[in-house]
Nanobody
Framework: QLQFVESGGGLVQPGGSLRLSCVAS????????IAWYRQAPGKEREGVACISASDDNTYYQDSVKGRLTISRDDAKNTVYLQMNSLKPEDTAVYYC??????????????????WGQGTQVTVSS
């Protein structure tokens, strides 16, 4: 079963940056579309960014466009989420997973594998 381990979260001031990492266990990430999700307290989990398997095209929610960048390093079997110009509303637990395709990533109908523990991102002064 696909498993993911997220890391890189922390406490950062508004306007700051973080880079999250998603490492795959037991499979090669490059065969799958990979997306980053976040869940804020009292809210549903939702996708914020996705990178496709076939051509590395990237997709973003409007709320994070221009501030978050998803990328992959196949040699390290890792997908990253570079987060710049962070806002308090970015505060959430961030997870990665593999949707069927990036066209279905925001509220996916199906995910390959189970959720990891996530990594907490807190944006506060």
């Amino acid at each position: 079963q696909l498993q993911f381990v997220e890391s890189g979260g922390g406490l950062v001031q508004p306007g700051g940056s973080l880079r999250l990492s998603c490492v795959a266990s037991g499979f090669a990430l490059h065969y799958y579309a990979i997306a980053w999700y976040r869940q804020a307290p009292g809210k549903e989990r939702e996708g914020v960014a996705c990178i496709s398997a076939s051509d590395d095209n990237t997709y973003y929610q409007d709320s994070v466009k221009g501030r978050l960048t998803i990328s992959r390093d196949d040699a390290k079997n890792t997908v990253y989420l570079q987060m710049n110009s962070l806002k308090p509303e970015d505060t959430a637990v961030y997870y990665c997973s593999a949707p069927i395709a990036c066209s279905d990533y925001v509220r996916p109908s199906h995910l390959f594998g189970s959720w990891g523990q996530g990594t907490q991102v807190t944006v506060s002064s």
